[in-house]
């Protein structure tokens, strides 16, 4: 019932132009910015997105988005839909980020603060490892970052 739910408000942010409507909105925030930011950015949205609702709902209500705001800044859907699925798998912060960290959390071991603060250094990480893909790895696998 939950990954339906967060795929029918990405299919309804979509069909209403709500997707739209918040992308015309993204794009005067990023107008200027260049194509990295806005990827990273997008990664960075759904990574914390992520830690506070379910990863499906997450990427349902970023991607559709995200993708529309693309092409105005050049960038390949590919990158805007790979970086936030990565991000989106990564609820290091909080407990209800994801069924195996309140799973960890029951045996009693740490306590969520203790979960937090060790989540901080995982999750810069992981923007790192990220930007590092969008900018090294991908490329090097022939996959498009840009728009031709």
Known sequence: MLFAGAMSMG???WQTGAAEWLAINWLDLF??????????????FVMVM???IMNVAAIAISVPVALVVAPYLNVAPEVIVFAA???????????????PNAIAYN??????GQFFIAGI???ILLMAVV???????WPLLGMPVLLK
């Open 107 to 112: 045996s009693r071991q740490f306590t969520s």
């Open 31 to 44: 107008k200027n910015a260049n194509w990295f930011v806005f990827v990273m950015a997008i990664a960075f």
């Open 11 to 13: 299919f309804c942010l």
């Open 121 to 123: 250094p995982a999750s």
């Open 85 to 99: 699925l990565v991000t989106a798998g990564m609820p290091f912060l909080l407990l209800v980020g994801a069924a």
């Open 131 to 137: 930007a590092l893909a969008i900018t090294v790895v």
């Open 50 to 52: 992520t830690n506070f």
